[in-house]
């Protein structure tokens, strides 16, 4: 495939280079007090807008420049040799999917067509909830807890770093920042009432069912 030039390529739908930060679903206080403007204003504003600016620059010039996120972290998963542009890619594809993860209106009991598959599942709700904060707080350094699909079952992984489902062959449903720069303004080392509390009171079960529907 031919290199497309940058500025031609930003009319490709999925495959805008240079890629943009993609708006946060809501505003920067809007999860407060559980995770606060202050946090959401580095993490969103400073981490991840750094994976998007270092992509570009890592990209530009290359034949990853044409591509989808998507279809750069796939081309990239592997490959010792090009870790960086893979880390940055999925990183933020991951926080991007973090935000939607949760919401103001989050927690709660998961709609009924999502409720039955994790009873099916984990037995129940908490049993889920529970699995998903012992992956949380297990993971040792930086790295995410995700709810995912293995074809039409429900488990629970963690990956490290930039690691993402998507590269095991795994559907993911939702997911938890466990990287400290995720809670650490606002809770510091007690990660598990961080994981805890956004499991009651942030986790976005509409978004999990709608990913599970697609
Ligand atoms: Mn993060």
């Given at each position: 495939?031919?290199?497309?030039?940058?500025?031609?390529?930003?009319?490709?739908p999925?495959?805008?280079?240079?890629l943009?930060?993609?708006?946060?679903?809501?505003?920067?206080?809007?999860?407060?007090?559980?995770i606060?403007?202050?946090?959401?204003?580095?993490?969103?504003?400073?981490?991840?807008?750094?994976?998007?600016?270092?992509?570009?620059?890592?990209?530009?010039?290359?034949?990853?420049?044409?591509?989808?996120?998507?279809?750069?972290?796939?081309?990239?998963?592997?490959?010792?040799?090009?870790?960086?542009?893979f880390?940055?890619?999925?990183?933020?594809?991951?926080?991007?999917?973090?935000?939607?993860?949760?919401?103001?209106?989050?927690?709660?009991?998961?709609?009924?067509?999502l409720?039955?598959?994790?009873?099916?599942?984990?037995?129940?709700?908490?049993?889920?909830?529970?699995?998903?904060?012992?992956?949380?707080?297990?993971?040792?350094?930086?790295?995410?807890?995700?709810?995912?699909?293995?074809?039409?079952?429900?488990?629970?992984?963690?990956?490290?770093?930039?690691?993402?489902?998507?590269?095991?062959?795994?559907?993911p449903?939702?997911?938890?920042?466990?990287?400290?720069?995720?809670?650490?303004?606002?809770?510091?080392?007690?990660?598990?009432?961080?994981?805890?509390?956004?499991?009651?009171?942030?986790?976005?079960?509409?978004?999990?069912?709608?990913?599970?529907?697609?």
């Open positions: 495939m031919s290199k497309l030039d940058a500025s031609n390529s930003s009319t490709v999925g495959a805008a280079s240079p943009v930060l993609p708006p946060l679903p809501y505003a920067e206080n809007a999860l407060e007090p559980i606060t403007a202050k946090t959401m204003s580095f993490h969103y504003g400073k981490h991840h807008k750094a994976y998007v600016d270092n992509l570009n620059k890592l990209i530009a010039g290359t034949e990853y420049a044409a591509l989808s996120l998507e279809k750069i972290i796939t081309s990239t998963a592997g490959k010792p040799e090009k870790a960086a542009i880390n940055n890619a999925a990183q933020n594809w991951n926080h991007t999917f973090y935000w939607k993860s949760m919401s103001p209106k989050g927690g709660g009991e998961p709609p009924a067509a409720k039955s598959k994790i009873e099916a599942a984990f037995g129940s709700v908490d049993a889920c909830k529970k699995e998903l904060a012992s992956m949380a707080v297990s993971q040792f350094g930086s790295g995410w807890a995700w709810l995912v699909l293995e074809g039409d079952k429900l488990k629970v992984v963690k990956t490290a770093n930039a690691d993402m489902p998507m590269s095991m062959g795994l559907k449903l939702l997911v938890i920042d466990v990287w400290e720069h995720a809670y650490y303004l606002d809770y510091q080392n007690r990660r598990a009432d961080y994981v805890n509390i956004v499991l009651d009171k942030l986790i976005n079960w509409e978004f999990a069912l709608q990913n599970a529907s697609e």
